[in-house]
Protein backbone atom coordinates (compact mmCIF):
# COMPACT_ATOMS: atom_id res chain seq x y z
CA UNK A 1 0.00 0.00 0.00
CA UNK A 2 1.25 3.48 -0.61
CA UNK A 3 1.24 6.04 1.81
CA UNK A 4 -1.16 8.55 1.45
CA UNK A 5 0.37 11.76 1.01
CA UNK A 6 3.54 13.31 0.58
CA UNK A 7 5.70 16.51 0.67
CA UNK A 8 8.80 16.96 -1.56
CA UNK A 9 11.89 19.28 -1.07
CA UNK A 10 14.52 19.62 -3.93
CA UNK A 11 18.24 19.68 -2.34
CA UNK A 12 20.14 19.15 -5.49
CA UNK A 13 23.23 17.20 -6.76
CA UNK A 14 25.36 16.14 -3.11
CA UNK A 15 28.71 15.95 -5.55
CA UNK A 16 31.69 15.12 -3.68
CA UNK A 17 29.94 15.60 -0.42
CA UNK A 18 28.98 12.10 -0.85
CA UNK A 19 32.35 11.04 0.59
CA UNK A 20 31.20 11.44 4.04
CA UNK A 21 27.95 9.76 4.78
CA UNK A 22 26.06 10.47 7.89
CA UNK A 23 25.04 7.57 9.85
CA UNK A 24 24.34 8.42 14.02
CA UNK A 25 24.31 11.18 15.93
CA UNK A 26 24.35 10.33 19.57
CA UNK A 27 25.05 12.72 22.23
CA UNK A 28 28.49 12.79 24.35
CA UNK A 29 28.96 12.99 28.18
CA UNK A 30 30.57 16.78 29.51
CA UNK A 31 33.77 15.77 30.25
CA UNK A 32 37.11 15.64 27.55
CA UNK A 33 36.60 11.94 26.88
CA UNK A 34 35.20 11.18 23.48
CA UNK A 35 32.18 8.83 24.25
CA UNK A 36 28.62 8.68 24.26
CA UNK A 37 26.00 9.51 26.96
CA UNK A 38 25.35 6.85 29.12
CA UNK A 39 20.93 5.72 29.54
CA UNK A 40 21.30 7.31 32.54
CA UNK A 41 22.62 10.69 30.89
CA UNK A 42 19.99 10.06 28.53
CA UNK A 43 16.70 9.67 31.14
CA UNK A 44 17.87 12.80 33.34
CA UNK A 45 19.02 10.52 36.24
CA UNK A 46 22.64 12.09 35.39
CA UNK A 47 24.44 15.19 34.38
CA UNK A 48 25.78 15.51 30.68
CA UNK A 49 25.67 18.31 27.74
CA UNK A 50 22.69 19.52 26.05
CA UNK A 51 21.54 17.29 22.61
CA UNK A 52 23.17 20.89 20.89
CA UNK A 53 26.70 19.89 21.96
CA UNK A 54 26.09 16.65 20.50
CA UNK A 55 28.93 14.34 18.45
CA UNK A 56 28.04 13.70 14.87
CA UNK A 57 29.40 10.63 13.95
CA UNK A 58 30.62 9.73 10.44
CA UNK A 59 32.04 7.36 8.13
CA UNK A 60 34.78 8.16 5.32
CA UNK A 61 34.26 6.61 2.26
CA UNK A 62 37.96 6.52 1.20
CA UNK A 63 39.76 7.23 4.49
CA UNK A 64 39.02 3.74 6.25
CA UNK A 65 37.93 5.53 9.22
CA UNK A 66 34.90 6.53 11.85
CA UNK A 67 35.07 10.33 12.35
CA UNK A 68 33.10 12.85 14.98
CA UNK A 69 31.87 16.55 14.34
CA UNK A 70 32.99 17.51 18.49
CA UNK A 71 30.34 19.96 19.12
CA UNK A 72 32.20 21.63 22.27
CA UNK A 73 35.33 22.31 20.50
CA UNK A 74 33.66 22.67 16.37
CA UNK A 75 35.86 20.58 14.92
CA UNK A 76 36.42 17.23 13.21
CA UNK A 77 38.53 14.55 14.73
CA UNK A 78 38.81 10.57 13.92
CA UNK A 79 38.02 8.26 16.10
CA UNK A 80 39.12 5.04 14.87
CA UNK A 81 40.33 3.03 12.03
CA UNK A 82 39.86 0.13 10.07
CA UNK A 83 41.18 -0.46 6.77
CA UNK A 84 37.89 -3.02 5.89
CA UNK A 85 35.54 0.19 6.70
CA UNK A 86 33.64 0.55 3.76
CA UNK A 87 31.35 3.42 2.68
CA UNK A 88 27.55 4.15 4.40
CA UNK A 89 28.48 1.57 7.20
CA UNK A 90 25.99 1.68 9.92
CA UNK A 91 27.54 2.43 13.09
CA UNK A 92 25.04 2.70 16.99
CA UNK A 93 26.44 2.67 20.44
CA UNK A 94 25.43 -0.22 22.50
CA UNK A 95 23.92 0.18 26.48
CA UNK A 96 27.61 0.12 27.98
CA UNK A 97 28.30 3.17 25.46
CA UNK A 98 31.04 1.18 23.00
CA UNK A 99 30.71 1.75 19.37
CA UNK A 100 28.79 -1.16 17.01
CA UNK A 101 29.94 -0.37 13.21
CA UNK A 102 29.08 -2.96 10.39
CA UNK A 103 32.20 -3.21 8.42
CA UNK A 104 32.65 -4.40 4.82
CA UNK A 105 28.99 -4.74 4.61
CA UNK A 106 28.86 -4.29 0.83
CA UNK A 107 31.33 -6.96 0.57
CA UNK A 108 30.14 -11.04 0.82
CA UNK A 109 32.51 -11.44 4.19
CA UNK A 110 31.19 -8.34 6.08
CA UNK A 111 31.10 -8.23 9.99
CA UNK A 112 29.52 -6.38 12.79
CA UNK A 113 32.47 -4.98 14.86
CA UNK A 114 32.84 -3.63 18.95
CA UNK A 115 34.74 -1.29 19.71
CA UNK A 116 35.70 1.10 23.18
CA UNK A 117 33.56 3.56 23.10
CA UNK A 118 35.86 5.89 24.72
CA UNK A 119 39.58 5.11 22.94
CA UNK A 120 37.77 3.48 19.59
CA UNK A 121 39.97 0.46 20.57
CA UNK A 122 38.85 -2.69 18.93
CA UNK A 123 37.15 -5.01 21.07
CA UNK A 124 35.99 -7.89 19.47
CA UNK A 125 33.62 -9.21 16.30
CA UNK A 126 29.87 -9.54 17.41
CA UNK A 127 28.59 -11.11 14.54
CA UNK A 128 30.31 -12.90 10.65
CA UNK A 129 29.16 -15.57 9.03
CA UNK A 130 29.69 -18.07 11.63
CA UNK A 131 28.66 -16.11 14.53
CA UNK A 132 25.27 -15.42 13.06
CA UNK A 133 23.43 -17.13 16.04
CA UNK A 134 20.74 -18.86 13.67
CA UNK A 135 20.50 -21.72 11.31
CA UNK A 136 20.66 -20.23 7.91
CA UNK A 137 19.52 -21.75 4.70
CA UNK A 138 19.99 -22.23 1.21
CA UNK A 139 19.24 -19.68 -0.98
CA UNK A 140 19.38 -18.05 -4.10
CA UNK A 141 21.44 -14.69 -4.30
CA UNK A 142 23.04 -11.86 -6.56
CA UNK A 143 23.04 -14.86 -9.04
CA UNK A 144 24.62 -17.30 -6.66
CA UNK A 145 23.30 -20.52 -5.61
CA UNK A 146 24.34 -19.87 -1.95
CA UNK A 147 24.25 -23.79 -0.49
CA UNK A 148 24.46 -24.13 3.70
CA UNK A 149 27.75 -24.31 3.53
CA UNK A 150 28.64 -21.56 1.39
CA UNK A 151 25.95 -19.60 3.78
CA UNK A 152 27.81 -20.03 6.49
CA UNK A 153 31.24 -18.48 5.07
CA UNK A 154 29.43 -15.67 3.31
CA UNK A 155 27.68 -12.93 5.11
CA UNK A 156 26.43 -9.44 4.58
CA UNK A 157 25.36 -7.24 7.11
CA UNK A 158 23.82 -4.48 5.19
CA UNK A 159 22.00 -2.81 7.81
CA UNK A 160 22.33 -1.67 11.62
CA UNK A 161 20.29 -0.25 14.03
CA UNK A 162 19.21 -0.60 18.14
CA UNK A 163 15.77 -0.64 18.34
CA UNK A 164 13.69 0.76 21.28
CA UNK A 165 13.25 -1.95 22.78
CA UNK A 166 17.18 -2.27 22.95
CA UNK A 167 17.80 -5.17 20.75
CA UNK A 168 20.49 -4.78 18.05
CA UNK A 169 19.02 -5.31 14.63
CA UNK A 170 20.92 -6.38 11.91
CA UNK A 171 20.20 -7.23 8.04
CA UNK A 172 21.46 -10.56 6.82
CA UNK A 173 20.87 -9.92 3.08
CA UNK A 174 21.80 -13.18 1.81
CA UNK A 175 19.38 -14.82 3.94
CA UNK A 176 16.96 -11.83 3.20
CA UNK A 177 15.90 -11.33 7.05
CA UNK A 178 15.84 -9.14 9.92
CA UNK A 179 17.48 -10.48 12.65
CA UNK A 180 17.45 -9.08 16.13
CA UNK A 181 20.24 -9.86 18.75
CA UNK A 182 20.58 -8.75 22.61
CA UNK A 183 24.17 -7.37 22.86
CA UNK A 184 23.75 -5.78 27.04
CA UNK A 185 26.27 -8.97 27.84
CA UNK A 186 28.98 -7.57 25.55
CA UNK A 187 29.04 -10.23 22.99
CA UNK A 188 25.63 -10.75 19.85
CA UNK A 189 22.95 -13.15 21.74
CA UNK A 190 20.59 -14.64 19.18
CA UNK A 191 17.02 -13.46 19.90
CA UNK A 192 14.46 -13.58 16.57
CA UNK A 193 14.31 -13.52 12.82
CA UNK A 194 12.25 -12.42 10.68
CA UNK A 195 10.87 -14.66 7.75
CA UNK A 196 12.65 -14.14 4.42
CA UNK A 197 11.68 -11.28 2.31
CA UNK A 198 11.74 -11.80 -1.61
CA UNK A 199 14.48 -13.98 -3.14
CA UNK A 200 17.09 -13.58 -5.77
CA UNK A 201 18.24 -9.99 -6.81
CA UNK A 202 16.36 -8.69 -3.69
CA UNK A 203 18.25 -6.46 -1.48
CA UNK A 204 17.83 -5.09 2.22
CA UNK A 205 19.58 -1.59 2.53
CA UNK A 206 18.65 0.19 5.98
CA UNK A 207 16.16 0.27 9.46
CA UNK A 208 14.61 2.31 11.32
CA UNK A 209 11.94 2.28 13.82
CA UNK A 210 8.29 3.65 14.98
CA UNK A 211 8.49 5.55 17.95
CA UNK A 212 11.91 5.21 18.88
CA UNK A 213 13.07 6.88 21.42
CA UNK A 214 10.03 5.64 23.73
CA UNK A 215 11.48 2.47 25.25
CA UNK A 216 9.26 -0.45 24.07
CA UNK A 217 8.87 -4.64 24.68
CA UNK A 218 9.99 -6.86 21.42
CA UNK A 219 6.70 -7.61 20.95
CA UNK A 220 5.89 -3.93 20.30
CA UNK A 221 8.35 -3.18 17.59
CA UNK A 222 7.67 -2.05 14.70
CA UNK A 223 10.37 -1.82 11.87
CA UNK A 224 10.49 -0.54 8.94
CA UNK A 225 12.95 -1.93 6.37
CA UNK A 226 14.32 -0.52 2.58
CA UNK A 227 14.09 -3.60 0.13
CA UNK A 228 15.23 -3.15 -3.20
CA UNK A 229 14.07 -5.65 -5.77
CA UNK A 230 15.53 -5.58 -9.21
CA UNK A 231 13.23 -8.40 -10.29
CA UNK A 232 10.21 -6.21 -10.46
CA UNK A 233 12.42 -2.89 -10.81
CA UNK A 234 10.68 -1.27 -6.91
CA UNK A 235 12.66 0.30 -4.30
CA UNK A 236 10.07 0.05 -1.45
CA UNK A 237 9.87 0.54 2.48
CA UNK A 238 8.37 -2.45 4.00
CA UNK A 239 6.94 -3.09 7.54
CA UNK A 240 7.22 -5.39 10.11
CA UNK A 241 5.49 -5.93 13.49
CA UNK A 242 7.50 -8.21 15.58
CA UNK A 243 9.44 -9.43 12.87
CA UNK A 244 5.89 -10.15 10.97
CA UNK A 245 6.38 -8.63 7.35
CA UNK A 246 3.26 -6.69 6.82
CA UNK A 247 2.04 -7.37 2.62
CA UNK A 248 2.89 -4.77 0.35
CA UNK A 249 5.41 -1.64 0.95
CA UNK A 250 4.54 1.39 2.83
CA UNK A 251 6.04 3.45 0.28
CA UNK A 252 7.51 2.42 -2.94
CA UNK A 253 9.03 3.70 -6.22
CA UNK A 254 10.15 2.77 -9.53
CA UNK A 255 13.79 1.98 -9.06
CA UNK A 256 14.87 2.49 -12.69
CA UNK A 257 13.70 6.18 -12.23
CA UNK A 258 14.49 6.81 -8.40
CA UNK A 259 16.73 5.50 -5.94
CA UNK A 260 16.17 5.79 -1.49
CA UNK A 261 19.78 7.14 -0.07
CA UNK A 262 18.40 7.10 3.39
CA UNK A 263 15.29 7.38 5.25
CA UNK A 264 13.77 7.94 8.85
CA UNK A 265 10.50 7.29 10.26
CA UNK A 266 9.65 9.90 13.19
CA UNK A 267 6.65 8.56 15.56
CA UNK A 268 4.53 6.49 14.11
CA UNK A 269 3.09 8.36 11.29
CA UNK A 270 5.72 10.33 9.43
CA UNK A 271 8.31 8.56 6.59
CA UNK A 272 11.34 10.86 5.95
CA UNK A 273 13.45 10.10 2.77
CA UNK A 274 16.20 11.11 0.70
CA UNK A 275 15.32 10.06 -2.89
CA UNK A 276 17.73 10.58 -5.77
CA UNK A 277 16.52 10.83 -8.96
CA UNK A 278 18.15 9.36 -11.90
CA UNK A 279 16.43 11.03 -14.27
CA UNK A 280 17.35 14.25 -13.77
CA UNK A 281 19.93 13.60 -11.34
CA UNK A 282 18.71 15.42 -8.30
CA UNK A 283 17.87 14.58 -4.69
CA UNK A 284 15.32 15.66 -2.83
CA UNK A 285 13.47 15.07 0.19
CA UNK A 286 9.94 13.67 0.50
CA UNK A 287 7.88 13.76 3.85
CA UNK A 288 4.95 11.17 3.93
CA UNK A 289 2.55 10.17 6.00
CA UNK A 290 2.25 6.20 6.40
CA UNK A 291 -0.96 4.67 6.71
CA UNK A 292 -1.55 2.65 9.89
Not at 36 to 53: A, F, K, P, Q
Not at 254 to 277: C, K, P, R, W
Amino acid sequence: MMASKSRRSTVGSVGTIMALILVALYPRSCDSEIRSCTNRCIEGTEDCCEVLNANLWITCYTMERISYFDGDQKNYGNFLEDPDLEDNEFIGFNSAGDLVATVGKGTYTGSVKLYDGGTGVFKMTLLNATLSGYERESVEYDGYDFTVDMSYYYYKPTCMKFGPDGLMYVCDDIQHRLVRYNVSSGTAVFHSHSDMVGGDLVYMNGVDFANNHVPQSPEEVVAYVRVTDYNTATDCIKRATNLSWDSGCVYEVNANEHMFISFTVLGDSELFLNQYDRTESTYAIFVNEIDR
